[in-house]
Structure formats: C-alpha cells, structure tokens
C-alpha cells in the first residue's frame, strides 16, 4: 500500500507577516462582495467554486507548524477544506459579511476559503468570499470571481488548458531575488533603506493611544459622491490609469492637517504583480510599502498629487527589491500608524444570462492603526477607515470619515488651497464650535457667598471631615466653629466687606480657618508665599493693599513685623471677642473673596481682585462636570501653592462635601514621597499642573497597584 508525501514549502515574506499578525482574537483575512444578477443555478456555481479551488494549489493549502521553527510550513492539500454556505434567513448583508470572517483561531491549519451564497430574490444574490490572508489578497479574489464566471459558463478542460503559476512558484523567485546582488538589486535595496531611514514613526492623532496586539480591526464605511469622484478623477496626472495618487494626496493632506507632521509615513498596500505573468496569480502576493511624504502649510493638493504620483511610481519601480522588516504586532512599530489601500474600478462580468459585479472588498491582513481603503467603483468612491478598537474609539473614527468626506468635498474642488487653509470640518462639527460648545451660559444662584455655602454643607455633613494635614483634622462642624470665632475676633480690628487680609500660613488646618475666617468676618484674603518669602515682595503687597490686618504665625514674624498692619498669631491666639460688632455689615456675592498677585516675572507683582459670585461660578462648573457623577465624599489633595489661584479649584471643593488634604511643602517637593502619600491616605482626586503629574509618573504614580486617584485635574 502506497501513500502519498504531501508538498511541504516555506512561508513568503508576506504569509510570514500575515502569521505574525495573527492573535487569539484574530485571524487576518481579506473578504470580496460579489452581486450576481440573474437566475442563478445554485449548483452549477458551487461546482465552478470547487473547480477554481482546486485549480490553485494556495486555495488549498494549509500551515503545519513545526516545533523547531519560528513559522509554520505550507501544506499543498489534495482536496482544500474551502467551505460553502447559503444563508437563507433574514440576516443583513452586512451581518454575513461579519460572520464570513469570524474565524476562531484555534486550528488554522483548517482555515480555508469560505463562499456564502445570499439569495436575496429569484433572479438577485450576493457572493461573499473571504480567505486567510495567509493565502490570499484582494487581487486573489477578485481573480476567483472572474474564474469562477468563466467556469459557470463553461467549464475548462484542465487536461488541455495551460496550467496557472503557483503561488510557490511566484515564492520561490521572490527568495532568488532576495539574493541577488546584481547593480540593479543594489539600486533597489538602497531605494529602501532611503525610504525607511528617513520615515517618521511617531506621527499620531489626537487621542490615538498605541495599538496592543491582539485587537481586532473594525471597519467605519462611509462614500464620496459622484461629483467628488468626477473631481479627484478631473485631477488625476496624465498618463494615470487611476485615481490612487489622487487620493493619496489627499489621504495624506488630511492626516498633515491633523498631525502637524511635516514628513508623513503612509504604508500603502502594493498588488505586487509587476510583471504580466504574475498578473492573474493567486496568493498574497500584496505587501505594504512605506511611502513618505514631504508637506507643509503652503502644499497644495496639486503639488501634493503630483508628489504622491512620484512616490508611486518609484515603489512600483522598486516593490520587488522591499523586503518587509521582521514582522511585528502591528505595522505601526515598522512604519507608521497609517496605512492606505486603493482598488479601480473592476467591470462587472457577463457569464451566460448571470452577472457577477464586484461591490465591496474588506481586509484585515494589515492592521495598520489607521488605514484608509478606497474602492472606486465607477461612478462613486465606496472607503472604509480600518482601524484597532484599542488605538481609537469608533465615536472618534465616524468623525474622522465625515471630516475626510468634507475634506474632499472642499480640496477637489479648491486644488490650489495651500494645506492650511483647506477645511477638515463639517457643518456638524462647525456648529458644534460656534454654538454648542459656544454656549457658557448658565443660569446659577448668584445670591450666596463662598462662606454661606459652606454653612449649608456643613448642615448637611456636620460630622464629615473637612480638612486634613499630617495627623491634624477638623470636621466640618469643627471648621465651622472655629472659623466663626475667630471671624468676631478679625470684625473687632476692622475687617469688614472688601477689606483685605493678608494670609501669611504655611500649609496646615489653622491655614483653612485663618481662610475661612476671613470670609466670614467679609474680608478678601490676601495669600503670601510660605514656602520661598521674599521679603522685598512682601513689603509690595502688604503697602498696595494697605491691609489693617496679617493673620500669621509667629515663625513669619520677621517678614511682616515692621508695618502699621496688626498682626493675629494663629499659634499663639489672642482673646476671643464675644458677641458681635455693632453696625457690622455682611459680605455680597459682588464683594471680594481674596486677591492674588501675579509672579512679577514681566514687572512689579499685580493684584488679582476676584469676588465671591466667581467663585461660586467656578465650583458650580466643576461640580456640573466633575464633582456630581461621583458619589460620597472624595479626598482632594491642596497642592498648590495659595498664593496660586490653582489652589482655589482645590479649597472650593469644601462646598461640596468633600475633604481637603493639605499636602505639607517637604512632601510636595519629593515625587516619590508623594506618591507614597496618595496611597496611604487612599486620595480620590489630584489636582496639579502637567510638568508636575510628569514628575509623579516617572516616579510610579500610574504603576501603583495598590491605589491610584480616579481624578486627576
């Protein structure tokens, strides 16, 4: 008994990279929707399928891995395992077209071509075929349709017709080439290393976080009118056999417009039959090839066309001297986070009293993170924009197709706009920035102080704590009282609305009475540095604001010890005064709540005078936005300096319940000693500047696995 040794062959560069991309979530593949017009004999079809795939020894093929190989090896099966389907309920066509190419990967040795017939009326269906990218590209099976056409009509007699070039064949010649070392394999090879030696990478969108393997590609489709095809088709260089320059360039532009990258990387999805014998070959012969292009404001679409063309041309000329760089997880680490795949018009095919037209094409085989595939079918320009759910959210790719939609709609009838002034907005996005987004209005009750709101929370969560520093804490029913105290003492030496008070506290709980207290009593606090006093400085506010009170410690004493001014020691209090002042007059909304002055770095320090009714305003926005989808009160660090008006969004955040944790100056100025201290004291909220959260990072705030703040502002 005899038996049969099955072909075995090495992988191409393309199928390695095919392999490569594979994951547990995800098979490459490519997928072709087919009309078919007219009565159709459901048999006779499937048997022109089944001849086709036997025909092409890669429609049959299969991996088999080897344990001591990095890739598996190609097994030429007898008989393939393509498979049939009829789907014959009420799934959309969309629907199928997923489920074609839903391929779990546990075996792919038993991957093969999937056909599925959709009847949708007596004399109407649609053929979905999708395949392995390891087997096929979009040129494969739009040559399956067309053999498959010609075998319905009239079935070849194999015995006598040529036979097709193999996929090995094409393989093996591709592996001689790759060892050439002819003057023209030279020229070819220094073509590329130019080309990938001066790409830039790094060039992302707004919000795209880097791809993570094992993400599946999905797929947003949107369509260019006829009259933007007419257009882009109006542009196309002499001598072109298609739009792809076009759109390119204008692919291109967009993705400028929106990166700002003045030498931008698109990976561009090659055939890869240059030569005519290839022309009807079956495989993935396609491969993708970094194409660079040079832009700036003053490109315009013609310039960048013509520039487009050029690339082409050169990365046909030398497509078959590329060898792709060892495949990784996404083409993104080799070339760029932006791919692009353009197919011309194909007519459709007469087979007897059946017409099959091609309408739609799909692959996954190059997961760029964002990659532009657009099929010109004649009169309109069907695109998709395929991209990792993991790089980009779908919200934000619909928005990209109806900008590139608009973008096209303007640049191919305005060729001449330099880059800068083309529009990338909709008329939704338009009225989005100049009304929705316009519209800061909104309706407050303006008839409170800062320190009247803080008394109604405190009704409301007497008990809770309001403000932490090292081991000192006060509730809010504590803060209260000793503020209110503390305030008569500061009405009996003067203070009253609009009077300012000098706050000259290092971060502590007497910081936040000395505050609060002075909103009560109706003065404005005047915040002085503590951590760096610079007396000189000192001396400028304490004579512009003439301020008749300092609340202080005694620890500052020399700084301020000189003036007119009386001087309260929170450390060392004086005796309370009891009862209140007679004719005293209480605060407005429209009074002052403190001034700040600015750094000086530009001259002399200035005064910033901000009343209650804005501070109000700001904790009502930052309570509408941020404070109300939470739920209970949040520990929220101070960090800023108060003589910063950064510390303001900070201290309001007592009127809404929450805690203040006074970050003592030592461990604000140490990155790891802070970062300690959010995770001992379990901080909900940081608020900081982006140059500090830097800093924080660096030293393992996101990294902590024990706790990280859910807000950070």
Not at 338 to 363: D, L, M, P
């Amino acid at each position: 008994m005899s038996t049969t040794t099955p072909d075995l062959y090495s992988l191409s560069p393309q199928q390695k990279c095919a392999w490569a991309y594979r994951s547990s979530a995800h098979l490459p593949h490519v997928q072709i929707t087919c009309d078919v017009e007219g009565r159709l004999d459901r048999a006779r079809l499937r048997e022109a399928l089944r001849r086709v795939v036997q025909r092409h020894e890669i429609l049959r093929s299969r991996l088999v891995p080897v344990p001591s190989l990095k890739y598996p090896v190609q097994e030429v099966a007898q008989e393939s395992s393509w498979e049939w389907r009829v789907e014959e309920g009420s799934k959309g066509i969309d629907q199928v077209a997923d489920g074609g190419t839903a391929r779990e990967n546990t075996d792919e040795r038993e991957q093969g071509m999937i056909a599925t017939l959709v009847p949708l009326a007596v004399d109407r269906h649609v053929l979905i075929v999708s395949a392995p990218g390891t087997f096929a590209d979009h040129a494969t099976l739009r040559q399956v349709i067309r053999e498959v056409a010609e075998e319905y009509e009239t079935p070849r007699n194999e015995s006598e017709a040529e036979p097709p070039l193999q996929y090995v064949e094409y393989a093996s010649w591709r592996e001689e080439i790759a060892g050439e070392n002819d003057e023209l394999t030279q020229q070819g090879r220094a073509y590329w290393r130019q080309q990938t030696g001066s790409h830039k990478a790094e060039a992302r969108l707004a919000g795209q976080r880097p791809a993570r393997a094992g993400e599946p590609l999905e797929f947003v489709l949107f369509r260019l009118s006829s009259e933007i095809a007419r257009n882009m088709v109006a542009l196309q260089p002499v001598g072109a056999q298609s739009i792809e320059s076009v759109l390119l360039a204008c692919w291109s532009l967009f993705l400028y417009r929106l990166t700002d990258a003045s030498t931008l990387t698109v990976g561009v999805v090659m055939d890869g039959r240059p030569y005519d014998e290839f022309r009807n070959g079956m495989g993935p012969y396609a491969q993708v090839a970094p194409v660079n292009m040079q832009l700036s404001t003053d490109t315009d679409f013609r310039r960048a066309i013509e520039r487009a063309c050029e690339n082409l041309e050169q990365t046909v000329l030398w497509q078959n001297y590329y060898i792709p760089p060892e495949p990784v997880e996404t083409h993104a680490e080799t070339m760029g986070a932006f791919g692009y795949s353009f197919v011309g018009n194909t007519s459709a095919i007469k087979s007897g009293e059946v017409r099959f037209k091609i309408q739609a094409q799909r692959a996954s085989t190059y997961p760029f993170e964002l990659r532009l595939d657009c099929f010109h079918n004649g009169a309109e320009i069907d695109c998709a924009l395929a991209y990792h759910s993991g790089a980009l959210s779908r919200a934000h790719v619909e928005r990209l197709a109806s900008q590139f939609g608009a973008f096209c709609e303007f640049i191919a009838s305005h060729p001449a706009e330099p880059a800068a002034q083309i529009n990338t907005l909709t008329a939704e996005d338009r009225r989005r920035l100049l009304v929705e987004w316009n519209n800061t209005s909104d309706p407050f009750e303006a008839n409170r102080c800062v320190h009247e709101l803080f008394d109604e929370q405190c009704e409301r969560t007497p008990n809770a704590i309001a403000v932490a520093c090292r081991q000192d804490t006060l509730t809010y029913k504590q803060l209260r009282a000793r503020a209110a105290l503390f305030a008569q003492q500061l009405r009996h030496l003067g203070v009253s609305p609009d009077v300012p008070v000098c706050l000259f506290i290092e971060p502590s709980v007497e910081m936040i009475v000395g505050l609060l207290s002075i909103l009560k009593a109706g003065g404005a606090y005047v915040p002085l540095e503590t951590a760096y006093p610079v007396k000189e400085r000192i001396q400028h506010v304490l004579s512009e604001t003439q301020t008749p009170v300092i609340v202080t410690q005694r620890k500052f004493r020399e700084y301020v010890a000189d003036g007119p001014a009386q001087i309260v020691y929170v450390d060392d209090p004086v005796q309370m005064h009891a009862g209140a002042v007679p004719g005293e007059t209480q605060p407005t909304p429209q009074n002052l709540a403190y001034i700040i002055y600015t750094s000086g770095s530009t001259g002399r320090p200035k005064g910033v005078m901000v009343q209650h009714c804005s501070v109000v305003n700001l904790w009502r926005a930052l309570h509408r936005e941020i404070y109300s989808h939470k739920t209970g009160p949040l520990k929220v660090t101070v960090n800023a300096p108060m003589s910063f008006d950064a510390s303001v969004k900070q201290l309001v955040t007592l009127l809404g319940g929450h805690a203040l944790h006074l970050i003592p100056e030592a461990v604000r100025t140490a990155p790891h000693a802070f970062v300690e201290y959010l995770r001992e004291q379990k901080i909900d909220v940081l608020d900081c500047t982006p140059s500090h959260l830097g800093v924080l990072l660096e030293a393992g705030l996101e990294s902590d696995q024990e706790h990280v703040p859910a807000i950070v502002l």
